[in-house]
């Protein structure tokens, strides 16, 4: 029987949530760190198991499935065959809020299948919020998540973690900041791309952006946000597995300051920063 993109949206998010459960039951406990390339960049040994949990789990969907995970998995993400599943996995997207015991922090599996970004699921095991996106349409705990078109009365909410962490800021990153903040929005930092995206889709903000992303911090959040009518840019498109890129997305009213920020992340003087 061929899977539809809904179930194995459906196993994915099964496994979402029991890998949350296993990062709710660490959270608190003594942490032993392993940093990567930058000293905010960090990974434990709950992020290991919570990531072999899924790829158990998402292997069990077919023998044609490529894994790509931030701690493991097939690099490039070259499925097999043109329509096999490619899924992006961040087992604990906000690593270092966990690790600090700052309760931020989620799951985060997206599926791509032909090129296309077709689904993908978000997780926060401490809220229990379960966001799911499959072929266009998207759920928080089950309930769909409306379409918005109009954009409130209050400044716009730009969830940002531009400048960069691990060094001094570059112009690029500082005049975008500076062009944010001159635009009335309210710029918050909160170190998930995941739960920001899944956020611009609940209407909980209206726009996300970072320049310090690979494709599994992004795949999921960008079929959330794309479901309920909004707009995605990355650059490059689609996010690499090897280097860091940006992305931007915004709710359907804040087209114009989502494609700004886009903008400005592929301008040359940005192609540093990233």
């Known amino acids: 029987m061929t899977s539809t993109v809904q179930d194995l949206i459906d196993v994915a998010a099964q496994s979402a949530v029991d890998a949350g459960r296993l990062v709710r039951q660490r959270f608190g406990d003594p942490v032993e760190v392993s940093r990567k390339q930058a000293a905010h960049d960090v990974v434990t040994g709950t ?40 899924w992006l996995v961040d087992p604990i997207d906000g690593t270092y809020n966990f690790v600090r015991g700052i309760p931020f922090f989620c799951v985060s599996i997206g599926l791509r299948i032909g090129g296309r970004t077709v689904g993908g699921c978000v997780y926060d ?17 089950g309930a769909p998540l409306p379409t918005r078109t109009s954009a409130s009365s209050a400044p716009p909410l730009v969830l940002c973690d531009i400048p960069n962490a691990g060094g001094p800021p570059s112009t ?37 952006a970072n ?6 911090d992004t795949a999921a959040g960008r079929a959330l946000v794309t479901a309920t ?25 804040y087209a114009t300051l989502g494609r700004a920020v886009g903008e400005a992340l592929r301008s040359d003087s940005f192609a540093e920063v990233v």
């Open 47 to 86: 992020d290991l198991a919570a990531e072999a949990l899924i790829r158990a789990a998402l292997g069990g969907v077919g023998a044609r499935s490529t894994v790509v995970g931030e701690e493991g998995g097939r690099p490039g993400g070259t499925p097999t065959g043109p329509d096999d599943p490619v």
């Open 125 to 141: 095991p401490l809220r229990e919020e379960l966001f799911t996106a499959a072929d266009g349409r998207a759920w928080l705990n």
């Open 211 to 216: 320049a310090d992303v690979y494709d599994w």
């Open 172 to 208: 690029a990153e500082t005049d975008l900041l500076a062009a944010l903040l001159t635009a009335a929005a309210d710029v918050r930092r909160l170190g998930s791309s995941a739960l920001a995206l899944a956020y611009v889709a609940a209407g909980r903000a209206d726009v996300a």
């Open 229 to 253: 009518g909004g707009g995605y840019l990355s650059h490059p498109d689609p996010l690499p597995t090897r280097r860091r890129g940006s992305f931007v997305a915004w709710a359907p009213a």
